[in-house]
């Protein structure tokens, strides 16, 4: 890995040099717009909406669109009285219980490795975080804006996560969820039974992103110019089930079969909705682009 940033964490006295490592990437294909016909890129050039004309870099400025649709322009000197800082400082601000850290606030995540000089201190921070069970908020400035960020332990390593404003988190305001009816006691103990049968450890290593390695054995293929066959799709049938109630049974005993578990014994007067379930109306199947490695198995 190549590290991004250089500075230091500073909390109280002490002063720990650190690097910063981007800890994620992107595992997606990219793709170019091409010429159907040949394969050559699509270029676009910067022409002005109201003369028509080409524009050079030089010639282009940021611009703010308002509310009523007139654009204001700011140059160079507009942006050179905006607060901002180039410090190479992660500033510890406080000390907080990690789970008062709301993971919808967490953006990017970086590594954080110590110079050879700081490996002391880098050790201490790390074991006082995992020993109070803590989160260090700080603020950092990466490419010249300020920014909160967390520190927290990860497989004996410092992670930096940067944060969202609070401001930038959307409310969700659903009426029908507000006005949603409450679950029967008869449902709400199906549920129970079905988290219950489905219940264990999350293992990442078990989720794969499906598409990624399809759309990437496609792309060999064709590089390689051989065949590409695509996979039969799965078959779709219509229905819905409403009975809630029959779902949640009907999960729970997939859930069963799925462990080798025997089926619960049919009762000797079956409800309206199991007989209605004699000739079950799937739902439609829907590909999804991460599934669990155990359940291709078990299909």
């Given at each position: 890995?190549?590290?991004?940033w250089?500075?230091?964490v500073s909390?109280?006295?002490?002063?720990?040099?650190?690097?910063?490592?981007?800890?994620?990437?992107?595992?997606d294909v990219?793709?170019?717009?091409?010429?159907?016909e040949?394969?050559?890129?699509?270029?676009?050039?910067?022409?002005c909406?109201?003369?028509?004309?080409e524009?050079a870099y030089d010639?282009?400025?940021?611009g703010?669109?308002?509310?009523d649709?007139?654009?204001?322009?700011?140059?160079d000197?507009?942006?050179?009285d905006?607060?901002?800082?180039?410090s190479k400082?992660?500033?510890?601000e406080?000390?907080?219980?990690?789970?008062?850290?709301?993971?919808?606030?967490l953006?990017k995540?970086?590594y954080l490795?110590?110079?050879?000089?700081?490996t002391k201190?880098y050790?201490?921070?790390?074991?006082a975080l995992?020993?109070?069970?803590?989160?260090?908020?700080?603020?950092?400035s990466?490419?010249?804006r300020?920014?909160?960020a967390v520190?927290?332990?990860?497989?004996?390593?410092?992670?930096m996560q940067?944060?969202?404003?609070p401001?930038?988190i959307r409310?969700?305001?659903f009426?029908s969820?507000?006005?949603?009816?409450?679950?029967?006691d008869k449902?709400?103990a199906m549920a129970k039974?079905?988290?219950?049968?489905?219940?264990?450890?999350?293992?990442a290593e078990?989720y794969?992103?499906?598409?990624?390695?399809a759309?990437?054995?496609?792309?060999k293929a064709k590089?390689?110019?051989?065949?590409v066959?695509?996979?039969?799709a799965?078959?779709?049938?219509?229905?819905e089930?409403v009975?809630?109630?029959?779902a949640l049974a009907k999960?729970?005993?997939?859930?069963?079969a799925?462990?080798?578990?025997?089926?619960?014994?049919p009762?000797s007067?079956?409800?309206?909705a199991?007989?209605?379930?004699e000739?079950p109306?799937k739902?439609a199947?829907?590909k999804k682009t991460?599934?669990k490695?155990?359940?291709?198995?078990a299909?």
């Open positions: 890995m190549r590290a991004i250089k500075g230091a909390f109280g006295l002490v002063n720990v040099p650190v690097r910063l490592y981007s800890a994620t990437e992107n595992h990219q793709f170019r717009q091409v010429h159907r040949d394969g050559g890129r699509i270029k676009y050039k910067r022409t909406s109201i003369d028509g004309e524009v010639d282009i400025a940021k703010y669109e308002t509310e649709g007139d654009m204001v322009v700011l140059t000197e507009d942006f050179k905006l607060p901002s800082k180039s400082e992660i500033n510890v406080k000390f907080v219980p990690s789970e008062q850290i709301d993971p919808m606030l953006d995540s970086y490795e110590p110079d050879k000089t700081a201190p050790i201490l921070l790390r074991e995992e020993s109070e069970g803590r989160m260090a908020v700080v603020t950092v990466i490419r010249t300020m920014t909160m520190l927290r332990v990860r497989d004996g390593v410092i992670v940067t944060m969202l404003w401001d930038e409310k969700a305001d009426a969820v507000d006005e949603a009816a409450e679950a029967t449902e709400m039974l079905l988290i219950e049968q489905l219940a264990g450890d999350f293992e078990d794969e992103d499906d598409y990624a390695i759309l990437q054995a496609l792309v590089v390689e110019g051989g065949e066959q695509a996979p039969a799965e078959a779709e049938e219509s229905g089930v009975d809630l109630l029959a999960s729970v005993e997939k859930a069963k799925s462990r080798g578990e025997a089926p619960s014994k009762a007067k079956a409800p309206k199991a007989a209605a379930d000739k109306a739902k199947a829907a991460a599934t490695k155990a359940s291709k198995k299909s």
